[in-house]
Nanobody
Framework: QLQASGGGLVQAGGSLRLSCAAS????????IGWFRQAPGQEREFVAV????????QYADSVKGRFAISRDNYKNTVYLQMNGLKPEDTAVYYC????????????????????WGQGTQVTVSS
């Protein structure tokens, strides 16, 4: 089960750090991702991290502003969001992609298995 937290209201240019806490084990071949969904839009990929080796990948729209990281001991993944823009306003979801073997990163929500409840991020201009 995944629990996302850390959302809120922030002015443009500000920062937030989202957390995704997993209850239960996370296995080395899993990927932990963040997606977001703005009102009236489809859910879109934001960032993903490998639990095995911390390799990361980001959507072009957040590169250089967002950073994904993990804490193995806490079974938690973080999304540090800096330089926030009004277009970052969305509900942010964390998700896991479970696999028994090493796989390439996926940007498609259909390939992820478990989803947290989402946390709202609102950026005012």
């Amino acid at each position: 089960q995944l629990q996302a937290s850390g959302g809120g209201l922030v002015q443009a240019g500000g920062s937030l750090r989202l957390s995704c806490a997993a209850s239960g084990d996370i296995f080395s071949n899993w990927h932990i991702g963040w997606f977001r969904q703005a009102p009236g839009q489809e859910r879109e990929f934001v960032a993903v991290i490998s639990w095995r080796n911390s390799k990361k990948q980001y959507a072009d729209s957040v590169k250089g502003r967002f950073a994904i990281s993990r804490d193995n001991y806490k079974n938690t993944v973080y999304l540090q969001m800096n330089g926030l823009k009004p277009e970052d306003t969305a509900v942010y979801y964390c998700t896991t992609r479970r696999s028994l073997v090493a796989t390439p990163f996926s940007f498609f929500e259909s390939e992820y298995n478990d989803w947290g409840q989402g946390t709202q991020v609102t950026v005012s201009s």
